[in-house]
């Protein structure tokens, strides 16, 4: 019988990799990214025009968490697993200054990246945090909208991490969210590798 990966073997193998892809997401995706990406995801490219072109061209998203509700002006958003922080970028672009949009991601290196980018976009209302999905490091009731694009699928815990996202939502509040999502179990040899079991 193989020894499954438990949530810390997980863990330190996603700060790997994408440690790794926080630097160049060239050739990591089987599947297109960048502007390419967020054109067949069907993402409002009018608002990304105002996204400086290295933010848009570090996209590495899974689908378009826009797409399945609005963000309005003033609203306080959370994304969870913000990666290079193209998201939070857009969410802030529909707050607008009076709302508040905050990210957190597991990974270091991409919280480093994610903050680098929104200081190149001179934005005051966007904070991130490193942190993982499955303790969320916010009060109850706290955002109206959770968005998340390819982060919850990497989570070993991920009723945990559903359940965090419902608490810090507020009452009425909207998780969306894109991922990745098997229609099976994964097997046994595939769940004691990070590789196949990270898609």
């Not at 061209?57 to 963000?71: A, H, I, K, M």
């Not at 507020?170 to 894109?178: H, L, T, V, W």
């Amino acid at each position: 019988m193989m020894k499954k990966l438990s949530p810390n073997e997980v863990h330190d193998q996603v700060r790997r990799r994408y440690g790794e892809i926080a630097y160049s997401i060239k050739d990591r995706f089987k599947y297109p990214a960048g502007r390419e990406g967020l054109l067949k995801l069907g993402y409002d490219l009018t608002a990304a025009q105002v996204i400086h072109e290295g933010i848009v061209e570090s996209f590495c998203g899974v689908g378009n968490p826009f797409s399945l509700g609005p963000v309005r002006p003033e609203d306080t958003v959370l994304d969870v697993g913000c990666g290079g922080g193209f998201d939070v970028v857009m969410a802030s672009h529909f707050t607008g200054p009076e709302g508040r949009v905050y990210g957190i991601d597991l990974v270091p290196a991409m919280v480093e990246k994610a903050k680098r980018n929104i200081m190149s976009m001179e934005l005051s209302n966007c904070e991130i945090r490193v942190a993982g999905s499955e303790a969320i490091p916010f009060d109850d009731n706290t955002f109206d909208v959770v968005i998340s694009n390819g982060a919850i699928y990497l989570s070993p815990l991920k009723e945990k991490s559903l359940n965090e996202v419902c608490r810090v939502l507020k009452p009425g509040g909207c998780f969306q969210f894109a991922d990745v999502v098997l229609n099976d179990d994964i097997p046994e040899k595939v769940a004691a590798c990070f590789d196949g079991w990270a898609g």
